[in-house]
């Protein structure tokens, strides 16, 4: 099939149109905003030690007009690859070259059909079989609860962590729960019938049961444990049995996407401006007519939410430069270490003039800049209308591999691949992952979109909550 090439709007002429059609201005020029308050917290960043990931096995048929806030039904699908999500058990190979992990990843599937996982083990254990591959069926554990969509790190949890451990010694984790929007609101990220809606109605308008799906995991994560920290060691004792630490919740009261939000363990976040445009004042005079003194005095408000609730002290913000819908910082852009970002390159010449100006930016700020090239590649999707790059910055790190999506051109996912090889050395295992064709990487929505990882000390706790104890002995 013979490629298309459609010229994409600047993102002076996206915010022009924005402006144009909603009366907010568009964002300002890139910024740093600090906050040195003391907090007991810190963000968990991507790369840090992981013990499972959440993926979504979401239906296909959307509900009639006057349920709309049902979640899909029917035929179920997962938005990545079989291929992907036995990687990511990260097992290691039968062709000799093993890669054995003493620590496993286990698969949370976001599915509310028990009856459904005998399914969905015998379809990954085919692909493993097909690719030689190693699966543990017994990694794999449903998370009762049915999603709106399979974009996982859009509305899962953030994790934070506790910088003193407490009076057992023990490391303090809690979840930072923010408001999932599906509306845009800014130069970028308006969705087909949103227009005329504030962003600050965004919460459970369209997808109710995505925002609910952080609630549910926590529950699903921490119920257990309760209840073995509730039991005895035999029906005659009152002495209960050796306590595992739940993890604790927090509500930063801010409207984001999990897409628009890079963080370093050191407490450093990166966003385009969509999140300012998002989050409205109490003290806007006209919340819908932002000027260039409000979106300072937003992110000036965001900055100190994400410092009580997140445990950041800076935050770099913005203007997307790549023209697209959407405003999702990691379809640019991403921390591969506290001291190290990758950004794309673009063929378009005004694009990659914004793409240069962030790497610059990034570079003044003291890190270490890898770049990568991201060619047009047009992809039909359902509705046959053509999607934008490659997308090889919407990637997951995860322990010490890197899935990166590939779009099928040799050289280019080639010089991807070893791009991240060379930012990150050869301790790191890069692997390059081609999307399904029914549900195709884009270069607004990848692998990075539709997976979201969970801290290894919270995945250990979880599972020894599981184990049968022996009562009456210690």
Known sequence: MEKKHFRKQTAKELAATFQHATGLCPPGKDNTYTCDEKTPIRPVAEYEPMGGVLVAYIGTEAPDAKHKQLPPSGKRIFGVPNELIVRMQQLGSKDGKIRAEKEPVHIFVLCDDEDEKPNIVASLQKTADKEHLHFKPELVHLI????????????????????EP????????????????????GSVGLIEGAEEVSPRQGSGIFRCNDDYGAVKISDFLNAPIRKHNNAAWGTNSDEKLPQIKTHRW????????????????KGVIASSYLVATQNE???????????????????????????????????????????TYIGHIDCWGKFLADDKVII???????????????????????????RVFAPNIYVAN??????????????????????????????CDKDAVDAYQTALGRDYVIEGIIGKPETPW?????????????????????????????????
């Open 281 to 323: 004042l109490p003290t806007d005079k006209d919340p819908e007519k932002p000027n260039e003194t409000d979106l300072k005095d937003r992110m000036e408000y965001i900055m100190e939410q994400a410092n009580r609730f997140l445990g950041a002290n800076t935050y770099h913000v913005f203007t997307d430069p790549t023209g």
């Open 144 to 163: 009762p609860w049915d999603p709106d969509t399979y974009w996982t790190r859009d509305y899962c949890p953030w994790w934070v962590r506790y910088t």
């Open 250 to 265: 927090f509500f930063s009261g801010l409207l984001n996407v999990g897409g628009n939000y890079m963080v370093t363990s």
């Open 166 to 185: 407490d009076d057992e010694g023990e490391a303090v984790y809690a979840i930072s729960k923010h408001i999932y929007t599906s509306l845009g609101g």
């Open 382 to 411: 359902e509705s046959g209308e053509p999607a934008t790059t490659a997308p090889y910055t919407n990637s997951l790190i995860l322990n010490h591999h890197v899935y990166v999506p590939i779009c099928g051109d040799k050289k």
């Open 344 to 370: 794309g390159e673009s063929p378009d010449e005004k694009i990659n003039e914004g793409l240069n100006r962030i790497a610059a930016y990034f570079k003044v700020k003291g890190f270490n800049v890898t």
């Open 442 to 474: 884009l270069g607004t929505d990848a692998l990075h979109c539709r997976t979201n990882a969970i801290p290894r000390t919270i995945v250990d706790r979880w599972l020894s909550s599981q184990k049968s104890v022996a009562f009456g002995k210690k």
